[in-house]
């Protein structure tokens, strides 16, 4: 793909999918609004700059419901941890809707798109319009302000928005209104702190000890295995339909499969300036994750397709994915402890 030229760049357009080697569709959202907005500004290696460390997480409220589910790529989402000299931090707007562009003006004037998360329930070109809240908050971008309209990029807007792959202009009140006291990522280029080897180790360490030594258990490898039980507890869920396909079918999809993606592709970068054992893990460890990562998908999908009639039948379908996917981990992560 040739560049763009300035002002017209193609936030959350699939096109930079070809040149990343990484799918938008299976990236978090706000993950994959920081990996356009460092793209546009001139920022290449994204790929190793924002590979996180693998995990797998159930999230619950504090009465023990079904929150959503995550992996790498959100288990530092309130304080985002990055490589390459990447920096990021979430920063509160200002209460008042007077004041509430102040943080989106500042980053703007300083070239910087700016990964936005409002309340959308009064934000009309959104999926999330007149939707109560669920997980966690939605990003898109915003690109510029312009009198009464912010253009911006989103990846999940209604039919009839006026967006174009991905990409419209919001009424500026609308966007005013819902920004005030939420959250804009904030974030910042430049020289990284330690050489690639000493990032990727640290990731490779954080990986293998988050999957084999978890915090609960309902992290890491052992999370994984008790995934079927988790659905098996949404039999009698009130709204079960919507909480498989909203806090278990999305998050799989976007927010478990991404971490995998993400570093096989860092992995594979390093391949040409590897031999012998440490080459041959490194392949068959990206191979695993990307196995991995394309099975989440699959059970993903199931989990929606599934979710308006579920049934035992469902259940033991998932169950058997749940057994495959888990196979597939426990051998990347073999394999990436040959790397540590």
Not at 50 to 73: C, H, I, K, M, S
Not at 181 to 210: F, I, M, Y
Not at 244 to 261: E, T
Request: charged share 25%; glycine share 8%.
């Amino acid at each position: 793909m040739t560049e763009d030229a300035p002002g017209s760049f193609p936030y959350l357009s699939a096109s930079l999918d070809s040149v990343e080697g990484l799918a938008h569709s299976r990236i978090s959202c706000w993950v994959h609004c920081l990996r356009d907005s460092l793209y546009a500004a001139g920022f290449r290696d994204t790929a190793r700059a924002l590979a996180q460390p693998l995990n797998f997480a159930v999230e619950r409220t504090a009465d023990g419901e079904l929150l959503t589910l995550y992996g790498g790529l959100d288990t530092d989402y309130h304080a985002p941890r990055f490589q390459r000299g990447v920096l990021a931090r979430w920063e509160t707007s200002p209460n008042s809707a007077e004041h509430a562009f102040d943080v989106v003006e500042r980053e703007l004037a300083r070239g910087h798109a700016v990964p936005v998360s409002p309340d959308l329930r009064g934000m009309r070109h959104s999926e999330f319009y007149r939707v109560p809240f669920s997980g966690y908050p939605h990003t898109f971008l915003v690109h510029r302000l312009d009198g009464d309209t912010a253009w911006a990029a989103d990846r999940n807007t209604r039919r009839g928005s006026g967006f174009a792959d991905n990409r419209g202009t919001v009424p500026a009140e609308e966007l005013r209104r819902g920004l005030a006291g939420r959250p804009v990522l904030v974030w910042d280029t430049g020289a990284p702190a330690e050489d690639w080897a000493a990032e990727r180790h640290a990731l490779l360490v954080r990986s293998v000890r988050n999957l084999t030594e978890p915090k609960s258990p309902h992290e890491g490898l052992a999370g994984l295995r008790r995934l079927p039980d988790v659905l098996a507890g949404l039999e009698e869920h009130p709204a079960r339909s919507s909480v498989l396909r909203m806090r278990v079918s999305g998050p799989l999809q976007r927010q478990v499969a991404g971490d995998r993606q993400l570093l096989a592709v860092a992995l594979l970068r390093d391949v040409p300036e590897q031999t012998g054992g440490g080459r041959r893990a490194a392949v068959e460890a990206a191979r695993l994750l990307r196995a991995s990562s394309a099975a989440f998908v699959d059970l993903a999908r199931l989990v929606f397709l599934l979710s308006r009639s579920w049934s035992a039948e469902a259940l033991e379908l998932c169950r058997r994915r749940v057994a495959g996917i888990h196979d597939l981990d426990a051998q990347a992560v073999e394999r990436l402890a040959v790397l540590v």
